[in-house]
């Protein structure tokens, strides 16, 4: 059962686009995920249309659908579809498990919403693992400065002529 959950997980991540920086799922991919045909889950959203406002969902345009069918060969049928596509945020797929109601839904949700979970965990991660590359590559190039400043220090020192000494003390 874990393996099958790990193959869904890793699946649903691959189902996860960013679009008008938004990281959705499209209807298809849920519809199928749910084992719905994707007409159901359009109805069920249609008819319940007030807990999807626009933060929850968003019909794709249809500039958003030819790159999408582009980047993905799954979606070569929606390349001459007269209907563009629902995307749906992390909330709402949360939502359309109340909509579905099945146990099948229930499931799939919570294996979707633990995904967008581990995304964001990942992102941030990645953000701070970056911040500390940057403080660090500040603090490399600062010591550059300061390591040519000492070379030159002592190519100064080496290249200066040796300026004969006058003798300290008693002279006969």
Not at 26 to 54: G, H, I, S, W
Not at 62 to 76: A, G, I, M
Not at 136 to 148: A, C
């Amino acid at each position: 059962m874990i393996k099958r959950e790990l193959v869904l997980i890793n699946d649903i991540e691959r189902q996860i686009f960013l679009i008008r920086g938004h990281k959705v799922m499209v209807d298809r991919d849920l519809a199928a995920l749910y084992q719905v045909p994707t007409k159901v889950l359009n109805q069920a959203v249609k008819r319940n249309r007030n807990r999807f406002p626009e933060g929850f969902m968003f019909l794709l345009t249809r500039q958003e659908t030819d790159e999408l069918v582009t980047n993905c060969d799954r979606f070569n049928s929606l390349k001459h579809s007269s209907t563009c596509p629902s995307a749906f945020t992390e909330y709402g797929v949360a939502m359309l498990s109340s909509v579905l109601r099945s146990e099948r839904a229930i499931q799939i949700n919570i294996q979707i919403i633990q995904t967008f979970i581990r995304l964001r965990q990942w992102a941030l991660t990645h953000k701070e693992l970056a911040r500390k590359i940057a403080e660090l590559e500040n603090k490399s190039s600062i010591h550059d400065k300061h390591i040519q400043n000492i070379f030159e220090a002592i190519h100064e020192l080496m290249n200066q002529s040796e300026t004969p000494r006058r003798a300290i003390g008693f002279r006969p």
